[in-house]
């Protein structure tokens, strides 16, 4: 038989999304859950949906709409859920609104996770996490990551990330485990007690894990199917640049790799690349839904000029982008910051299929992005979060149809807010969607 | 030599700029000058910045040469030969709740090679410990640093305890990072919003001129 070509990989995926098996509440549920994907579809694929599709990622506004804290909402999984039930019920959004991305306090705690400090663990009970970058892999250790990377992050950046698997630094490479007179030796190491103590840790980590999914999966599974909502993000996986930037070098470290190891910094992130693709397929498939989520950090206006864009972060990243659509997905890129210089860089890019691809903005000229990428690619976003934070319900309807008018007039356009929502009223949100019912009809 | 040093640095050329330091200090040239190099070659940096030739990684490698120099430099100096007469003094910090510093930091480093004194309070700054601050150095410019949404309303909170502590119209207060923007700026009370460092820069140039 020959393989599927990505286009009919595409409609199997979004088929498979249409047909998963929800016991809806109601038919009313099931024939919205069916017309959102539809409509997601339709504008994935750059044509008119019914009207103006909304999507929000949630950070912490649904524990401060609920009137609890994010403290609360990270730590007790019945606040988390009964704060999301009444979310998805109070704004219908287009897509569930997730408890997914907030996590687990306890399982956090349990691992003693030092990339980020949280509510309890930092920062004040209200507040959202927030990352701690650091060096957790050091300057001269490129080679190892590009030599073995699974091995690199067991046995050298997960020890140090979490404090509570740090006994994993004593181990072997499991590579080392080739025959019967090896395997003794190698066996020691994993019952030394800093080893036995990770090992106790990944299980209550584990069992914790599972506890806290059980909710989310039922908190989320309540509202797609009372409510029609359908499950958007299919999984997440990271351009090859933020992963060296965000998780392993941090940002200062990772600006001066480019000047002094840039020849290294080229080779991880090729390196990164399949890992990054398998890693979003795998995810997906597992999720039955066509979407992996993609934030876009260290590659934004100011971060780097557009000649080393072209060089260190839009090729890798291009690669990642194009090998999920190879597999039918469609990469969700949400743009954080300014991209006004890149639109152009990214522009029309012929190897890219036109209208494979999701793009949320935020601080970007979306008359620009229209003009240069219309007919290309799905584009969305751009209400400012301090609009939505400080602003009134008539200001932030004006500006939505004023966005609306300017770039929704073609399809192919998502409303949305141009960052995580974290502070922001109900007036406001309600403004959003209700602009997008009333006034985003084609 | 020094026109080379002043190069080098502009060049983001660290090696070299390194190398040349330990020249010309070896060649008996005045460790001032060296440094006055330094200020020149951070000028150039800072145009560049400006009509967006360079970048953050700039900026960054820009400050680490600075420090390896003025590493360099230091055991030649006699006490105070250092001191210039600053331009005017800034206090910054990034607002109640937030944690994020390298934005800030940036801030605070072109502020510092531009020739400002700077009070940097660090992260999670509460709003009394910017009046205390302002209190005690008499600085006649305040910087708000913040990542996240929840900076809109730390920022507005510390303006008013400024306004509270009878402050307000003793300080021109910059709000900048992230999220923010003008909107942000009003609904805070602060006077002006910066983009980037050198806008911060120039704010403060502005307001002490």
């Not at chain 2, 008996?28 to 000058?33: H, I, V």
Request: hydrophobic fraction near 45%; charged fraction near 20%.
């Amino acid at each position: 038989m020959a393989p599927l070509t990505r286009e009919q990989k595409f409609e199997a995926r979004f088929a498979e999304w249409a047909a998963q098996p929800i016991q809806f509440a109601t038919l009313e549920a099931e024939a919205a859950y069916k017309e959102r994907v539809q409509m997601w579809k339709d504008v994935i694929r750059l044509k008119k949906p019914v009207r103006v599709p909304f999507l929000m990622l949630p950070g912490i506004h649904p524990f401060l709409h609920a009137g609890i804290t994010t403290e609360e909402g990270m730590y007790d999984y019945e606040k988390m859920s009964a704060a999301f039930k009444k979310y998805n019920e109070e704004f219908r959004t287009d897509t569930v609104v997730s408890c997914g991305m907030v996590g687990s306090g306890p399982l956090f705690d349990i691992l003693d996770y030092k990339l980020y400090q949280w509510p309890g663990r930092g920062v004040a009970p209200t507040a959202s996490y927030q990352a701690l970058e650091g060096e957790f892999m050091k300057d001269d250790e490129y080679d190892l990551l590009i030599n073995d990377p699974t091995d690199f992050f067991m046995r050298y950046y997960l020890p140090r990330v979490f404090n509570a698997l740090a006994g994993w630094a004593t181990l072997g490479p499991l590579t080392d485990i080739t025959e019967l007179p090896f395997t003794g030796p190698y066996m020691i190491g994993a019952g030394l007690p800093p080893a036995v103590k990770a090992w106790e840790t990944m299980l209550e980590a584990g069992r914790e894990a599972l506890k806290w999914a059980s909710f989310v999966g039922a908190t989320d599974g309540y509202s797609i199917a009372t409510f029609g909502l359908p499950a958007f993000i299919g999984g997440a996986c990271k351009a090859p640049f933020d992963t060296l930037g965000d998780t392993l070098r941090g940002t200062r470290a990772i600006m001066l790799d480019k000047f002094r190891q840039p020849k290294k910094v080229l080779a991880a992130m090729e390196r990164l690349v399949p890992l990054a693709i398998a890693s979003g397929v795998r995810q997906a498939t597992a999720a039955k839904v066509p979407f992996i989520f993609i934030p876009l950090h260290k590659g934004a206006d100011g971060f780097m000029s557009d000649k080393d864009f072209k060089t260190f972060y839009w090729p890798t990243l291009k690669a990642v982008i194009i090998g999920l659509i190879n597999e039918g997905i469609v990469p969700y890129l949400f743009v954080e910051g300014g991209y006004n210089q890149r639109i152009e860089v990214i522009a029309q890019d012929p190897d890219i299929p036109v209208g494979s691809t999701l793009w949320i903005f935020d601080k970007t000229d979306m008359n620009e992005v229209k003009r240069l990428w219309g007919g290309w690619a799905c584009f969305g976003g751009n209400v400012p979060a301090s609009l939505l934070s400080t602003g009134s319900a008539k200001d932030v309807r004006a500006y939505c149809e004023r966005l609306i008018d300017a770039v929704a007039r073609d399809g192919g356009f998502v409303l949305a807010p141009g960052a995580v929502v974290d502070h922001c009223t109900a007036e406001n949100m309600h403004a959003m969607i209700d602009t997008c019912h009333e006034y985003g009809i084609y | 030599m020094s026109e080379q040093l002043i190069n080098a640095i502009a060049e983001m050329d660290e090696e070299g700029a390194l190398a040349l330091t330990r020249e010309l200090l070896a060649a008996g040239t005045a460790p001032t000058a060296i440094l006055d190099a330094c200020r020149s070659a951070m000028e150039v940096v800072g145009k560049r910045f400006e009509c967006g030739e360079y970048f953050i990684p700039e900026l960054i490698l820009a400050g680490e040469m600075l420090k390896g120099i003025s590493a360099e430099v230091k055991p030649y100096l006699a006490a105070g030969q250092a001191d210039v007469k600053k331009l005017g003094k800034v206090v910054i910090g990034t607002v109640k709740g937030d944690i994020h510093d390298i934005g800030k930091d940036i801030v605070v480093f072109m502020l510092d090679v531009n020739g400002f004194e700077v009070y940097d309070l660090g992260i999670d700054v509460p709003p009394q410990v910017f009046v205390n601050k302002i209190q005690e150095t008499r600085a006649p410019i305040v910087a708000l640093s913040g990542f996240l949404t929840l900076s809109f309303d730390s920022m507005k909170q510390t303006v008013e305890a400024i306004r509270a502590a009878g402050l307000r119209d003793k300080v021109k207060i910059m709000v900048g990072g992230g999220t923010v923007d003008e909107q942000v700026c009003r609904y805070a009370g602060a006077d002006a919003f910066g983009p980037d460092a050198m806008a911060a820069v120039t704010l403060a140039k502005g307001w002490i001129a």
